[in-house]
């Protein structure tokens, strides 16, 4: 059982058994309470600190953890209803609702109830994450001079020319900023590139995350269809014609959902057409690191081939290392990286040296290319017991591509994307929590998908029973009355 998992559990059984303790009454020592639950001392510590936050126990160091006093009552709640009109209202007509639809990301976010199996999870795998690599690079982090003071407003100029390096020619370090991940990373590009109520081209299907901060940045996104080999130019080029968009966002190598390579023979014609609308190409390299071990020679970003300063290249360190290293790079040419600039500083003003630190401690250190080589053999093992899986227990689920880099599968339904939510509930009935496709759509989706994440679960045996349950959800959805064909 992971650590997480095993937390809540003591955390629910003590808060059940609060109620033994007068207010100020030591509660058991940790000693016993690993003994008596049969747990480690880490989630012994885990679970007391989140009771502490609830404020239903204090510490007190060298003493132990008693039962906080009895907390008088909250007010009654005040009339907030007023916000709704305050919310929905500007002074004028809105060209884009500006309401905020998060679901799509909270999906890959929110940690499933205990015993549910992540097949919807956006990040490795605890046990894939370099937990002692990152630990020892932030101790190291935290000695250098100057570690807690602050940065320089773009990024250490160390950590911003190893991303250059990255990336590949003709950028330099002068050319990259220094962000709080990726989601930060394409927030400040759209703000940056269009006003509000401007169209944005995107992909179709796409990263859930980047409609969410296009919307709430008052964009209007407008779908690019894909196909086997990525986006289609001959429908970019008539969607800038059409629509005037000065911004095409896309994930060129391995694309989220989908997992598929935009082909050689696109790439250039996918930059001339953004040139020859006077429009930029957000490139989102997020999976660059997620790459299996079977993939060959990857094609260079697009960004290392675009002397006119076309594309702004997005990357992030968090996706093969941890959620919470929130280090990425937003590379630009021009005078556009002096935008880019400004509204990052207006907006956070500098991501925390530490974590800067830190991430050069860690790529720098022998730990970060066997890291890389551990990842990159797991996620293909992973991807080929998913598959194997899928093919054998759902073979009325389409799998049109296997990928060979990222972490997920992305399977289309064999009926009209109406069941999706029924098969999405019948999956968490049935223990297995999957990311259901609309939100992966800025208009309406073809035909109803699951994206099935396979670097979030533990390895091939759990796999195993996430796809036996998900075997279970559907038949239970095939039952009749209900609207899933067979």
Not at 153 to 176: K, M, N, Q, Y
Request: charged fraction near 20%.
């Amino acid at each position: 059982m992971h650590e997480r998992s095993s937390a809540s559990e003591l955390v629910a059984s003590l808060r059940g058994e609060l109620n033994r303790y007068s207010p100020g009454g030591k509660l058991p020592s940790s000693r016993a309470l690993v003994e008596r639950f049969k747990v480690s001392p880490v989630t012994v510590s885990r679970a007391v600190a989140q009771l502490a936050a609830e404020g239903l126990v204090v510490t007190r160091p060298g003493s132990g953890a008693f039962r906080a006093e009895t907390r008088t009552l909250a007010p009654a709640p005040g009339d907030t209803s007023w916000q709704e009109v305050s919310l929905s209202g500007s002074g004028g007509p809105e060209v884009v609702p500006r309401t905020v639809d998060a679901s799509g990301v909270l999906v890959t976010l929110a940690e499933p109830p205990s015993g549910v199996i992540e097949f919807n999870g956006g990040y490795l795998h605890p046990g894939l994450q370099p937990e002692r690599a990152l630990a020892a690079a932030l101790a190291r982090a935290g000695r250098r001079p100057g570690a807690w003071g602050r940065p320089p407003t773009c990024g250490l100029p160390e950590l911003r020319d190893w991303f250059a390096r990255e990336i590949g020619s003709p950028l330099t370090g002068s050319d990259v900023l220094i962000t709080a991940g990726g989601q930060s990373a394409l927030a400040t590009a759209l703000r940056a590139l269009a006003p509000p109520g401007a169209p944005v081209l995107v992909e179709s299907p796409t990263y859930p995350g980047m409609l969410a901060a296009a919307r709430a940045t008052g964009l209007r996104p407008v779908p690019v269809p894909m196909d086997a080999d990525g986006v289609r130019p001959d429908l970019l080029e008539a969607a800038f014609h059409a629509t005037g968009a000065k911004v095409f966002v896309c994930q060129p190598l391995f694309h989220n959902p989908t997992g598929v390579i935009l082909a050689p023979e696109r790439r250039e014609r996918v930059v001339r057409a953004a040139r020859q609308a006077s429009a930029f190409v957000v490139e989102d390299d997020f999976a660059r690191r997620l790459v299996h071990d079977d993939a060959g020679p990857l094609p260079e970003p697009l960004a290392a081939d675009d002397p006119d300063g076309v594309v702004i290249h997005v990357r992030s360190l968090t996706k093969i290392t941890s959620p919470s290293l929130r280090v990425g790079a937003l590379a630009a040419r021009g005078p556009v990286r002096e935008r880019l600039r400004a509204i990052q500083v207006v907006d956070s003003f500098f991501v925390p040296r530490p974590l800067q630190e830190a991430a050069l401690e860690l790529v720098g250190s022998p730990a970060w290319e066997r890291h890389l080589r551990t990842v990159a053999a797991e996620l293909g093992s992973r991807r080929t017991a998913t598959v194997a899986a899928v093919r054998g227990r759902l073979p009325e689920l389409t799998l049109a591509h296997v990928p060979s880099g990222g972490g997920s599968l992305w399977l289309r339904l064999p009926g009209p994307g109406a069941e999706e939510p029924a098969l999405v509930s019948a999956a968490l009935r049935a223990g297995v929590a999957v990311a259901p496709g609309r939100p992966y759509h800025c208009a309406e989706p073809p035909a109803g998908h699951l994206r099935l994440s396979f670097a979030a679960v533990s390895g091939p045996a759990e796999i195993a029973e996430g796809v036996r349950r998900l075997r279970t959800a559907v038949d239970e959805l095939r039952a009749p009355g209900d609207s899933l064909p067979g």
